[in-house]
């Protein structure tokens, strides 16, 4: 057996590089989600390496936010530059003391293995809340009654993509195929030239609308565009300039036939679990918080007629302040009011149908304290009456249902023959 050729420096250097930055970043941002392992970005040495940096590099004092919703905090850009500056660091010291070494073939297979369950894992992930939509819900009663104005650039996004449900499925297909495709060892290829795909469409997204993940969806990019790497030559050759393809030169993960048909088994006995514990999470939240939820029984729009306060009657003025436009209840834990001059006001509320009542609370656990109680009537399906006591003041609201199909966003639907556009 022929040895194999010797690397170039450059490779070798940038291999090493690439083995301890994109190792930390898919390890320490658990991107290969494992269940019960703690938030490893919290833990020594991470955490507190980070925030010496953020004191003593950019003496910046505050206290910083280390998870939550946004993958762009400052913790999270901090992480990074100290990742990138301590795997040069170490990628120099590697290169010195094993500069003899002619190449690295068997790391650089299975650490090809790991990065494709790092991008895999997290397309299905991405994947699967858009095939399942929850990443991006129906518009929300509240959402669809607000001036589009008032949306932030991440708020439009959010609302279009789910107002149109087949589109966000589609999309998250395209995420799961990348994910199917990583996950089978012989398409590797065809699985890193979609996914990088996908991640750049999701990395343009979040730069254009101002979506916080932005600093994570690049090095999506760069780790599609790393799993290519060692097929760039052939890629290059199909793609630009038209050359017969030779077959992939990369190493198998074994020297026996048994030892790589295990091999490919576990990898896709892996992929499987990934997918169904997804797909699992993602369907049990469909039908408790998603659109296939319940909706609650007085679930809707109801636009207040008519309202009296210490039994006078208040005109639909928008000068006034104490005088409301309407009521919306899309939960049975919160209850949104909205003023004459449209700015609203929003009260966790709790739903006794068989008492009609509704009561409003303020605070949560052992702090809540009740506001008020709204006993209501239904005269019919689409009126409904309101009284109270709520901060020292009687209120008395007659309403009538504005149905959620009134509005051309969710009713509009697909239409094969127009003719005119319907563009408002």
């Known amino acids: 057996m022929e040895p194999a050729p010797a690397w170039r420096l450059a490779t070798r250097v940038a291999f090493r590089f690439c083995f301890i930055y994109f190792g930390l970043y898919i390890l320490l941002t658990q991107m290969i989600f494992i269940p019960f392992i703690p938030p490893l970005q919290a833990l020594p040495p991470v955490e507190p390496t ?126 799961l195929l990348a994910a199917v495709l990583l996950f089978i060892p012989n398409t590797v290829v065809l699985g890193g030239v979609v996914s990088l795909f996908d991640a750049t469409q999701i990395f343009a997204l979040n730069m254009t609308y101002d979506v916080p993940v932005k600093l994570f969806a690049f090095h999506l990019v760069l780790l599609s565009l790393l799993l290519l790497a060692p097929d760039a030559h052939r890629l290059l050759n199909l793609f630009v300039f038209n050359k017969t393809v030779e077959p992939s030169r990369q190493p198998p993960l074994g020297r026996r036939r048994r030892v790589i048909q295990f091999g490919v088994a576990m990898q896709l006995l892996l992929g499987g679990y990934f997918f169904w514990t997804a797909y699992s999470n993602n369907s049990q939240a469909w039908i408790t918080r998603g659109a296939g939820a319940p909706r609650p029984p007085l679930y809707g729009v109801w636009v207040i ?120």
Not at 54 to 72: C, E, Y
């Open 50 to 175: 980070v925030k010496w940096v953020i004191k003593n590099i950019f003496h910046d004092d505050r206290t910083l936010q280390v998870f939550g919703g946004s993958g762009d905090k400052m913790f999270d850009w901090v992480f990074a530059f100290t990742l990138l500056v301590f795997s040069s660091i170490v990628t120099l010291l590697w290169s010195v003391v094993d500069r003899r070494r002619p190449h690295y073939i068997r790391l650089q297979k299975w650490f090809r293995v790991y990065v494709r369950f790092g991008v895999a894992t997290t397309m299905v992930g991405y994947g699967m809340a858009k095939a399942i939509p929850l990443q991006m819900p129906e518009p929300s009663l509240t959402r669809l009654l607000e001036p589009y104005g008032n949306f932030s650039p991440m708020g439009v996004l959010w609302a279009s993509i789910g107002a149109s449900f087949p589109y966000e499925r589609v999309v998250g297909f395209a995420e």
């Open 305 to 424: 007629d008519k309202m009296t306060i210490n039994g006078v009657e208040r005109a639909p003025l928008v000068t006034d302040y104490d005088r409301w436009r309407r009521v919306v209840i899309q939960s049975g834990a919160t209850m949104n009011f909205w003023r004459m001059d449209d700015t609203t006001l929003g009260m966790p509320a709790q739903y006794d149908i068989a008492k009609k009542t509704i009561t409003l609370t303020q605070g949560t656990g052992a702090q809540a304290k009740t506001l008020g109680a709204f006993a209501f009537e239904q005269p019919a399906l689409d009126r409904l009456v309101l009284d109270s006591e709520l901060n020292g003041k009687k209120i008395r609201m007659e309403t009538r249902l504005f149905p959620r199909e009134s509005f051309p966003l969710v009713t509009r639907g697909f239409n094969w023959i127009q003719k005119f556009p319907f563009n408002r």
